[in-house]
């Protein structure tokens, strides 16, 4: 199970499944994995590979502002503390609240997180 990370023109950051690794997210879900599990494995490929790491920033390390919206670091620096602070850019899916990113890959097959500006 895996996505495709788009950098699209105006910053934001589009994720985008196939079918097969959908199949794998719709059994996943139904199977009750949870949110955060989830979503690091549909990532590993490029965290594994120093880049595009998901995110709480619920648990403020790193410290990105008052939100617990799902977000994703460029690449992710951990200090001998154990500290985490974010290389480059970092996107964050805006309307945690009411919208859910992997319900949105599972019915559309993308969702869009927004560049943190």
């Known amino acids: ?3 495709e990370c ?3 023109a105006n ?3 589009k994720l985008v499944i196939d079918a097969d690794s959908r199949d794998e997210l719709i059994d996943a879900m139904d199977d009750g994995k949870g949110f955060w599990p ?9 965290s594994c ?11 403020g390390d790193p410290f990105v502002g008052l939100t ?3 977000c994703i670091a460029e690449c992710m620096d951990y200090a001998d503390d154990g500290t985490k602070n974010i290389e480059g850019d970092f ?5 945690y609240a009411i919208r ?7 019915e559309n097959f993308e969702t869009i997180f927004t560049l943190a500006r």
């Open 91 to 95: 996107w964050y899916f805006a309307d």
């Open 1 to 3: 199970m895996e996505i």
């Open 49 to 59: 590979n120093g880049s595009y790491q998901p995110f709480d920033a619920g648990d």
């Open 11 to 13: 910053g934001d950051l």
């Open 100 to 106: 859910d990113p992997l319900d949105e890959l599972v």
């Open 6 to 8: 788009i950098l699209l």
């Open 38 to 46: 989830i979503l690091c494995e549909l990532f590993e490929s490029y």
């Open 68 to 70: 617990s919206a799902p």
